[in-house]
């Protein structure tokens, strides 16, 4: 079966996970055709991010005139589909936060897309995230009726869902994945009960270089590590407050930020201000195995995240048998017990995050092993790329096998077979009689 997967911009660093999925994929025997809308100018650290970018396509990358003759071609060559798609795009539009000719524009990516799938012989369409690259697969499946999915990750998807037109998304689409259940709750506040059961759970998966680690605990060092990227909704102005609080205290520690964004200057000046120049250190972007090797020095992941889906880095710290301090919010508490793999706070508590961070700095080096092995045996339980692959493949499959049907006859509790042991079952409720 041939896949082609469209992203808005791919590979990218906090995008490895769509990587070990589409490897994962091809190790089953699918055969995956990468399409990006940008991102092959980026700097990329990591050497199988670009090995990735060598085998992507990407649609913007000639630019106006590119699409212009694809849309010129289209409309001769299909004038009606056309024309369904310049409606669509004006629904689209309504409520929309980006004006209408943005919209004709994501039509226009679509025309050159689709004679893509059509002339490498694609069966089936999936996109990752509820954005524009969601709405440039559904035009595409106007276009040229190719099967099409979308995996919902959040944010970003559920905090503009309607803005984004995602359950008209989720409606043309042969199914949803979601990466937690918290996003599940999410879509189903805006989604018609009839389409509930297209919803399935697949999460995302730990790369082997943090799951075949030397992961031992054999130092516990007063260094803690977030991994994020330097942006508002990941916490780090109340991470710094903090940690401000406990130096004022004489807590012995280190703080290393990895990661860069548009937060970057104002958390420099910061650290600056706060006189923490000594203990916190930024390292800007790196490789997955640079990441893996800031975890293994730090005694325990720090992310004060206020918004989320099911952040990766949790998961790969957990997987080298690190303890994690973060916030209550969206899929953390499904992979993080407090108590058991570490420690949970409200977002947007300095002081709940201070009297945190000093009770795992605190915490005696056997309660630290503990909830590492605890956080690694979680993690392996829910998080194997080859597992989750296989339930993604199976839907796949199902997709195909049902034609413009629905997915009613591939049971969900049997493609999520390997769920938080907390979550009595995989099916999605349905209301009686609301199946259409």
Same mark, same amino acid.
């Given at each position: 079966?041939?896949?082609?997967?469209?992203? /808005?911009?791919?590979?990218?660093?906090?995008?490895?996970?769509?990587?070990?999925?589409?490897?994962?994929?091809?190790?089953?025997?699918?055969?995956?055709?990468?399409?990006?809308? %940008?991102?092959?100018?980026?700097?990329?650290? &990591? #050497?199988? &991010?670009?090995?990735?970018?060598?085998?992507?396509?990407?649609?913007?990358?000639?630019?106006?005139?590119?699409?212009?003759?694809?849309?010129?071609?289209?409309?001769? =060559?299909?004038?009606?589909?056309?024309?369904?798609?310049?409606?669509?795009?004006?629904?689209?539009?309504?409520? +929309? +936060?980006?004006?209408?000719?943005?919209?004709?524009?994501?039509? =226009?990516?679509?025309?050159?897309? #689709?004679?893509?799938?059509?002339?490498?012989?694609?069966?089936?369409?999936?996109?990752?995230?509820?954005?524009?690259?969601?709405?440039?697969?559904?035009?595409?499946?106007?276009?040229?009726?190719?099967?099409?999915?979308?995996?919902?990750?959040?944010?970003? !998807?559920?905090? /503009?869902?309607?803005?984004?037109?995602?359950?008209?998304?989720?409606?043309?689409?042969?199914?949803?994945?979601?990466?937690?259940?918290?996003?599940? +709750?999410?879509?189903?506040?805006?989604?018609?009960?009839?389409?509930?059961?297209?919803?399935?759970?697949?999460?995302?998966?730990? &790369?082997?270089?943090?799951?075949?680690? $030397?992961?031992?605990?054999?130092?516990?060092?007063?260094?803690?590590?977030?991994?994020?990227?330097?942006?508002? #909704?990941?916490?780090?102005?109340?991470?710094?407050? *903090?940690?401000?609080?406990?130096?004022?205290?004489?807590?012995?520690?280190?703080?290393?930020?990895?990661?860069?964004? @548009?937060?970057?200057?104002?958390?420099? $000046?910061?650290?600056?201000?706060?006189?923490?120049? &000594?203990?916190?250190?930024?390292?800007? +972007?790196?490789?997955?195995?640079?990441?893996? !090797? @800031?975890?293994?020095?730090?005694?325990?992941?720090?992310?004060?995240?206020?918004?989320?889906?099911?952040?990766?880095?949790?998961?790969? *710290?957990?997987?080298?048998?690190?303890?994690?301090?973060?916030?209550?919010?969206?899929?953390?508490?499904?992979?993080?017990?407090?108590?058991?793999?570490?420690?949970?706070?409200?977002?947007?508590? =300095?002081?709940?995050? $201070? $009297?945190?961070?000093?009770?795992?700095?605190? =915490?005696?080096?056997?309660?630290?092993?503990?909830?590492?092995?605890?956080?690694?045996?979680?993690?392996?339980?829910?998080?194997?790329?080859?597992? @989750?692959?296989?339930?993604?493949?199976?839907?796949?499959?199902?997709?195909?096998?049902?034609?413009?049907?629905?997915?009613?006859?591939?049971?969900?509790?049997?493609?999520?077979?390997?769920?938080?042991?907390?979550?009595?079952?995989? %099916?999605?409720?349905?209301?009686?009689?609301?199946?259409?």
């Amino acid at each position: 079966m041939k896949i082609a997967y469209l992203i /808005n911009q791919y590979p990218a660093v906090s995008h490895s996970f769509i990587r070990r999925e589409i490897l994962a994929l091809e190790q089953m025997g699918l055969q995956i055709m990468r399409i990006s809308l %940008r991102g092959w100018d980026l700097e990329l650290v &990591d #050497e199988q &991010d670009r090995r990735e970018r060598e085998r992507t396509r990407y649609v913007l990358r000639s630019g106006a005139p590119a699409l212009l003759l694809a849309v010129m071609r289209m409309l001769m =060559a299909r004038p009606l589909r056309f024309f369904r798609t310049l409606s669509a795009a004006w629904r689209m539009s309504r409520g +929309s +936060s980006r004006p209408l000719h943005v919209h004709f524009i994501y039509v =226009a990516e679509a025309c050159l897309v #689709e004679p893509w799938l059509r002339q490498a012989k694609v069966e089936h369409l999936h996109a990752h995230f509820g954005t524009n690259s969601a709405e440039v697969a559904m035009f595409v499946h106007i276009l040229g009726g190719t099967p099409w999915s979308l995996t919902v990750h959040g944010p970003e !998807d559920f905090l /503009n869902s309607r803005q984004l037109h995602l359950p008209e998304k989720i409606q043309s689409a042969k199914f949803t994945a979601l990466v937690c259940w918290f996003g599940v +709750s999410q879509v189903l506040l805006a989604l018609k009960p009839q389409y509930w059961h297209r919803l399935h759970v697949i999460h995302c998966g730990v &790369d082997p270089i943090f799951l075949n680690a $030397a992961a031992n605990v054999v130092s516990l060092p007063r260094r803690l590590v977030c991994i994020a990227r330097l942006a508002p #909704e990941k916490g780090h102005i109340i991470l710094l407050e *903090a940690v401000r609080r406990l130096a004022a205290e004489k807590v012995d520690f280190q703080l290393v930020l990895v990661g860069d964004g @548009e937060l970057r200057s104002e958390i420099e $000046a910061l650290i600056a201000q706060y006189g923490l120049a &000594d203990r916190v250190r930024l390292t800007g +972007s790196l490789s997955g195995k640079q990441v893996r !090797d @800031e975890v293994l020095a730090a005694r325990a992941l720090v992310l004060p995240s206020f918004a989320e889906g099911l952040p990766v880095v949790i998961m790969e *710290a957990m997987a080298l048998r690190r303890p994690v301090v973060s916030t209550f919010i969206a899929g953390i508490p499904e992979l993080v017990r407090p108590g058991q793999e570490g420690w949970l706070v409200p977002a947007g508590d =300095a002081t709940a995050l $201070a $009297a945190a961070i000093r009770s795992c700095l605190e =915490a005696p080096t056997d309660l630290i092993k503990r909830m590492g092995d605890s956080a690694r045996e979680r993690v392996l339980a829910q998080h194997d790329v080859m597992i @989750e692959a296989a339930k993604l493949k199976k839907l796949f499959n199902a997709a195909e096998d049902n034609g413009q049907g629905s997915l009613l006859s591939e049971a969900p509790e049997t493609i999520n077979a390997r769920q938080p042991a907390q979550v009595p079952s995989g %099916r999605i409720s349905v209301p009686e009689g609301s199946h259409t």
